[in-house]
């Protein structure tokens, strides 16, 4: 049991959390320092409470199409770098990513996000660019499907290209919001670079997504800090994702952190943002990691992979993939157990549209 104060306290921040009061920074600090049984339960209830208030039962299902693991950059903590040579890397072609794109469209999924390291045929110059919006179109063409695309910093001139071929989100993740964490974990990449692209997105129409990784040297109130300029950036879906050592890599020797850490920034982000899309990824824990995710605040189901396509998630890139647990189906007996259920098609089309009215007007 904490203590009364600690409990009084707790009661307090979740009421204001409940009532849509916002947080202190002081109060988010203390929700991210909960470690009693009982208090991050009544964390994880309210959250979902939260969840429940604008989304009802129901999840959205992302796919997952990390269609180049080729990479010019040497972020420390990811096995796709470029100077990691132990790597058997892939560039998957049209036929092979739209037979992949077309079987998660029937299975059921709401949106294929498109995601490639930053891999030079695609972004180093105008041909490139054109290249990769020649793949967006294929897979629009026969998806039909809302799409998210993930290409790292590209131009601001491939981003306008993109928006006209009605892509919906642009995925960027910062990792941390602390310039000199930054700088270890993307070493020679410019943080307000990397920001910037996010704000360009957002002024060419396009819905944006934020991440950090956790358990890389981030304090509390770096994580604290991040949430916020998620907000001030207008991200609608915000993400956390635990850190996974990786082979060849500066970071392998770091351990992943326990998952409460995790799951209370999930919660944090969902007493925070009520209305916020905040993803629960297959990618870090499978399928069992889903559970926890999801009863800490997620509505969102990402890194659903096509079994046996050889095509690789990030974290862990293999896990629990070509077993088939990644899938609609297996993702759907998990939802049913906890009582909840994948929403329809048009329900995402809607939040898409609802947001879409949302944005600042440009022009
Ligand atoms: S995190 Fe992305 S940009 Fe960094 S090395 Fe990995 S694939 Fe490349």
């Not at 105008?126 to 290249?131: A, D, L, T, V």
């Not at 310039?179 to 020679?188: A, C, M, N, T």
């Not at 890599?249 to 920034?265: D, F, W, Y």
């Not at 605040?297 to 890194?303: C, F, L, M, P, R």
């Amino acid at each position: 049991m904490p203590a009364g104060g600690d409990m009084i306290k707790l009661e307090n921040c979740l009421n204001k959390a409940g009532a849509e009061i916002p947080l202190t920074d002081e109060e988010a600090l203390f929700i991210l320092g909960l470690e009693n049984p009982l208090a991050l339960s009544m964390l994880f209830s309210t959250a979902c409470a939260l969840r429940e208030r604008y989304f009802g039962r129901k999840v959205f299902l992302y796919g997952f199409l990390y269609f180049s693991t080729w990479c010019r950059n040497n972020c420390s903590f990811c096995g796709y770098r470029a100077l990691n040579s132990g790597l058997a890397r892939y560039r998957k072609s049209a036929a092979e990513l739209v037979n992949a794109a077309v079987g998660l469209r029937d299975a059921g999924v709401h949106l294929l996000d498109m995601t490639m390291g930053e891999d030079p045929f695609y972004c180093t110059d105008q041909s490139g660019e054109q290249r990769l919006l020649e793949l967006v179109r294929l897979i629009k063409e026969n998806t039909g499907l809302p799409l998210m695309i993930s290409p790292g910093t590209v131009s601001r001139e491939a981003l306008r290209l993109l928006a006209e071929e009605g892509v919906d989100w642009y995925a960027c993740y910062q990792e941390t919001h602390n310039r000199s964490l930054f700088q270890r974990l993307r070493p020679q990449q410019d943080y307000d670079l990397r920001l910037s692209r996010k704000k360009d997105a957002r002024q060419l129409g396009f819905l944006i997504e934020e991440g950090i990784l956790t358990g890389v040297g981030e304090s509390l109130r770096d994580i604290v800090h991040s949430l916020r300029v998620m907000g001030e950036l207008g991200a609608e879906q915000v993400r956390v994702m635990s850190f996974v050592p990786q082979a060849n890599t500066p970071l392998a020797h770091l351990p992943t952190p326990p998952r409460s850490r995790e799951l209370k920034i999930i919660a944090l982000m969902r007493l925070l943002y009520p209305q916020k899309l905040i993803p629960a990824s297959l990618d870090v824990d499978g399928l069992a990691g889903l559970k926890a995710r999801l009863e800490a605040g997620a509505n969102v189901v990402t890194s659903l992979i096509p079994p046996r396509s050889g095509l690789r998630g990030v974290s862990n890139s293999t896990l629990d993939i070509d077993e088939g647990c990644r899938t609609v189906q297996s993702v759907s007996v998990e939802l049913a157990r906890l009582g909840l259920e994948a929403a329809a098609p048009e329900d995402y089309v809607n939040w898409l549209a609802r947001s879409r009215e949302r944005l600042p007007k440009t022009g």
